[in-house]
Protein backbone atom coordinates (compact mmCIF):
# COMPACT_ATOMS: atom_id res chain seq x y z
CA UNK A 1 0.00 0.00 0.00
CA UNK A 2 1.23 3.83 -0.66
CA UNK A 3 0.19 6.57 1.51
CA UNK A 4 -1.66 10.08 0.45
CA UNK A 5 1.04 11.64 -1.82
CA UNK A 6 3.51 8.58 -1.30
CA UNK A 7 5.88 7.24 -3.17
CA UNK A 8 5.28 4.24 -5.16
CA UNK A 9 7.42 1.18 -4.96
CA UNK A 10 9.33 -0.39 -8.72
CA UNK A 11 7.16 -3.49 -8.83
CA UNK A 12 10.02 -6.02 -10.19
CA UNK A 13 8.73 -9.20 -12.17
CA UNK A 14 10.74 -12.21 -13.03
CA UNK A 15 12.38 -12.18 -16.31
CA UNK A 16 11.58 -14.90 -18.49
CA UNK A 17 14.27 -17.65 -19.54
CA UNK A 18 14.35 -17.11 -23.01
CA UNK A 19 14.74 -20.49 -24.99
CA UNK A 20 15.15 -20.69 -28.72
CA UNK A 21 14.33 -23.90 -30.74
CA UNK A 22 15.29 -24.74 -34.39
CA UNK A 23 12.04 -24.73 -36.82
CA UNK A 24 10.62 -28.17 -38.08
CA UNK A 25 8.86 -29.37 -41.08
CA UNK A 26 6.02 -31.45 -40.39
CA UNK A 27 4.73 -33.11 -44.08
CA UNK A 28 3.04 -35.75 -45.90
CA UNK A 29 1.80 -37.23 -48.82
CA UNK A 30 -0.52 -39.78 -50.45
CA UNK A 31 -0.86 -42.19 -53.08
CA UNK A 32 -3.68 -42.10 -55.19
CA UNK A 33 -5.53 -43.43 -58.79
CA UNK A 34 -5.19 -41.47 -62.13
CA UNK A 35 -9.03 -41.11 -61.70
CA UNK A 36 -8.85 -39.73 -58.58
CA UNK A 37 -6.86 -37.25 -59.26
CA UNK A 38 -8.94 -36.32 -62.33
CA UNK A 39 -11.30 -35.01 -59.77
CA UNK A 40 -9.96 -31.62 -59.09
CA UNK A 41 -12.96 -31.28 -56.56
CA UNK A 42 -12.39 -34.03 -54.84
CA UNK A 43 -8.58 -33.45 -54.18
CA UNK A 44 -8.90 -29.82 -52.56
CA UNK A 45 -11.56 -31.19 -50.68
CA UNK A 46 -9.16 -34.15 -49.26
CA UNK A 47 -6.13 -31.62 -49.14
CA UNK A 48 -8.05 -28.98 -47.08
CA UNK A 49 -9.69 -31.39 -44.80
CA UNK A 50 -7.98 -34.67 -44.38
CA UNK A 51 -4.89 -33.83 -45.11
CA UNK A 52 -4.29 -30.78 -42.68
CA UNK A 53 -6.63 -32.87 -40.00
CA UNK A 54 -3.90 -35.61 -40.51
CA UNK A 55 -0.90 -33.11 -40.22
CA UNK A 56 -2.24 -31.33 -37.34
CA UNK A 57 -2.86 -34.34 -35.36
CA UNK A 58 0.83 -35.10 -35.73
CA UNK A 59 1.75 -31.96 -35.09
CA UNK A 60 -0.29 -32.13 -31.57
CA UNK A 61 2.37 -34.92 -30.71
CA UNK A 62 5.47 -33.53 -31.75
CA UNK A 63 4.13 -30.29 -29.67
CA UNK A 64 3.11 -32.80 -26.70
CA UNK A 65 5.37 -35.92 -26.85
CA UNK A 66 8.30 -35.45 -29.39
CA UNK A 67 11.54 -36.10 -28.33
CA UNK A 68 13.27 -33.12 -29.76
CA UNK A 69 16.09 -35.79 -31.88
CA UNK A 70 16.55 -35.13 -35.60
CA UNK A 71 13.61 -33.81 -37.25
CA UNK A 72 11.45 -34.07 -34.32
CA UNK A 73 10.27 -31.08 -31.99
CA UNK A 74 11.24 -31.08 -28.33
CA UNK A 75 7.72 -31.47 -26.94
CA UNK A 76 6.32 -29.71 -23.69
CA UNK A 77 6.79 -33.35 -21.84
CA UNK A 78 10.20 -33.68 -22.86
CA UNK A 79 11.80 -30.38 -21.37
CA UNK A 80 14.11 -29.57 -18.74
CA UNK A 81 12.37 -28.41 -15.10
CA UNK A 82 8.49 -28.84 -15.67
CA UNK A 83 6.73 -30.02 -12.59
CA UNK A 84 5.46 -33.87 -12.16
CA UNK A 85 3.15 -34.66 -10.12
CA UNK A 86 2.19 -38.38 -9.18
CA UNK A 87 -0.68 -40.26 -7.92
CA UNK A 88 -0.40 -42.04 -4.88
CA UNK A 89 -0.04 -45.80 -4.70
CA UNK A 90 -3.44 -46.07 -1.98
CA UNK A 91 -6.05 -44.02 -1.35
CA UNK A 92 -5.62 -41.31 -3.98
CA UNK A 93 -7.17 -40.58 -7.57
CA UNK A 94 -6.28 -38.65 -10.68
CA UNK A 95 -9.09 -36.41 -9.70
CA UNK A 96 -6.91 -35.37 -6.54
CA UNK A 97 -3.28 -35.26 -8.44
CA UNK A 98 -4.70 -33.14 -11.34
CA UNK A 99 -5.71 -30.53 -8.90
CA UNK A 100 -2.83 -30.88 -6.54
CA UNK A 101 -0.64 -30.46 -10.08
CA UNK A 102 -2.75 -26.99 -10.70
CA UNK A 103 -2.15 -25.93 -7.31
CA UNK A 104 1.88 -26.62 -7.93
CA UNK A 105 1.52 -24.08 -11.37
CA UNK A 106 -0.56 -21.39 -9.13
CA UNK A 107 2.18 -21.84 -6.27
CA UNK A 108 5.13 -21.70 -8.55
CA UNK A 109 4.12 -18.93 -10.91
CA UNK A 110 1.76 -17.11 -9.78
CA UNK A 111 -0.41 -18.20 -12.69
CA UNK A 112 -3.47 -20.21 -12.80
CA UNK A 113 -3.09 -23.28 -15.12
CA UNK A 114 -6.20 -22.27 -18.06
CA UNK A 115 -6.37 -26.00 -19.73
CA UNK A 116 -6.15 -29.55 -19.05
CA UNK A 117 -4.93 -31.95 -21.40
CA UNK A 118 -5.56 -35.44 -20.97
CA UNK A 119 -5.71 -38.98 -23.07
CA UNK A 120 -9.33 -39.83 -23.95
CA UNK A 121 -8.74 -43.11 -21.18
CA UNK A 122 -8.10 -41.03 -18.83
CA UNK A 123 -10.57 -38.87 -19.58
CA UNK A 124 -13.32 -41.74 -19.53
CA UNK A 125 -12.31 -42.77 -16.49
CA UNK A 126 -13.01 -39.20 -14.66
CA UNK A 127 -16.30 -39.07 -16.67
CA UNK A 128 -17.59 -42.57 -15.17
CA UNK A 129 -16.73 -41.83 -11.80
CA UNK A 130 -19.64 -42.32 -9.82
CA UNK A 131 -20.61 -41.47 -6.01
CA UNK A 132 -21.70 -44.17 -3.56
CA UNK A 133 -25.34 -43.70 -5.20
CA UNK A 134 -24.15 -44.67 -8.57
CA UNK A 135 -24.82 -41.06 -9.96
CA UNK A 136 -21.92 -39.96 -11.86
CA UNK A 137 -20.09 -36.54 -10.82
CA UNK A 138 -19.50 -35.09 -13.85
CA UNK A 139 -23.33 -35.61 -14.91
CA UNK A 140 -24.58 -38.68 -16.79
CA UNK A 141 -25.41 -39.25 -20.46
CA UNK A 142 -28.42 -37.13 -20.21
CA UNK A 143 -28.57 -34.26 -18.26
CA UNK A 144 -25.97 -32.07 -16.35
CA UNK A 145 -24.17 -33.01 -13.06
CA UNK A 146 -27.06 -34.52 -10.61
CA UNK A 147 -29.39 -33.92 -13.25
CA UNK A 148 -28.93 -30.26 -13.49
CA UNK A 149 -28.46 -27.91 -16.73
CA UNK A 150 -27.33 -29.50 -19.80
CA UNK A 151 -24.99 -32.31 -21.46
CA UNK A 152 -21.47 -31.29 -21.93
CA UNK A 153 -19.48 -32.75 -24.64
CA UNK A 154 -16.18 -32.76 -23.01
CA UNK A 155 -17.13 -30.92 -19.39
CA UNK A 156 -14.23 -29.12 -18.19
CA UNK A 157 -11.79 -30.42 -15.11
CA UNK A 158 -11.62 -28.51 -12.33
CA UNK A 159 -12.94 -25.98 -14.19
CA UNK A 160 -10.45 -25.49 -16.80
CA UNK A 161 -10.25 -26.48 -20.28
CA UNK A 162 -9.87 -29.47 -21.11
CA UNK A 163 -8.41 -30.64 -24.27
CA UNK A 164 -9.07 -34.43 -24.76
CA UNK A 165 -6.72 -36.39 -27.15
CA UNK A 166 -4.75 -39.36 -27.75
CA UNK A 167 -1.54 -37.05 -28.51
CA UNK A 168 -0.67 -37.19 -25.20
CA UNK A 169 -0.01 -40.72 -23.49
CA UNK A 170 -1.95 -42.71 -21.16
CA UNK A 171 -1.71 -42.29 -17.49
CA UNK A 172 -0.26 -38.25 -18.08
CA UNK A 173 -2.09 -35.85 -17.95
CA UNK A 174 -0.70 -32.07 -18.97
CA UNK A 175 -1.81 -28.69 -16.90
Do not use: C
Not at 45 to 56: A, D, H, P, T
Not at 117 to 143: K, T, V
Amino acid sequence: TVAEAGQKPQLHPADPTSRTDAAKKIAGWWDTSDEMIEDLDFWVSEINNRGLYLLSMVEESQLISGDGTGSNVLGLLNRSGIQTELQAATGDNAQDAIFRALTKVQTATGLSADAVIINPADYQSLRLSRDGNGQYFGGGFFPGPYGNGDVMVNPPVWGRRTVVTSAIPAGKVLI
